[in-house]
């Protein structure tokens, strides 16, 4: 599935201001930088539709584990973008927290054992 371009123009402006010499942006960041922690809090709630309190919650829920700064501040991924889009549509189709916290590690562990199964096919 595609994502939305708009989740996006935040890290190509960072990399069009970064990088000094001209370069095509592609839509997406290159997989290492998806969990590059690059949107402030504030970003990241304005780009999930949501508000900063929930975010702190989802955190302290353990749902969303963002980098922090030298100071603190917290810092959201690509990677944490996607998966606070996938808690809030979760929490449209009703489920709670503990059943969103479920669901979130079952789809994490059938991609980590989708992972193994294509490394070991590979080989």
Known sequence: MREPPY???????LY??????DQDV??????ENRDRGVYGISVTAE?????????RLYERRGLVEPDRSAGGTRRYSANDVDRLHQITQLLE???????????????????????QLDDTSQQ
């Open 47 to 55: 780009l999930v539709g949501t508000g900063v309190q929930n975010l």
């Open 7 to 13: 989740l996006w123009w935040p890290i190509q402006v």
């Open 16 to 21: 069009s201001t970064v990088c000094s010499y």
């Open 93 to 115: 189709q009703g489920l709670n927290l503990a059943g969103i916290a479920m669901v979130l590690e079952l789809r994490d562990d059938n991609t980590r054992l989708r992972n």
């Open 26 to 31: 592609s839509e997406q960041p290159p997989a």
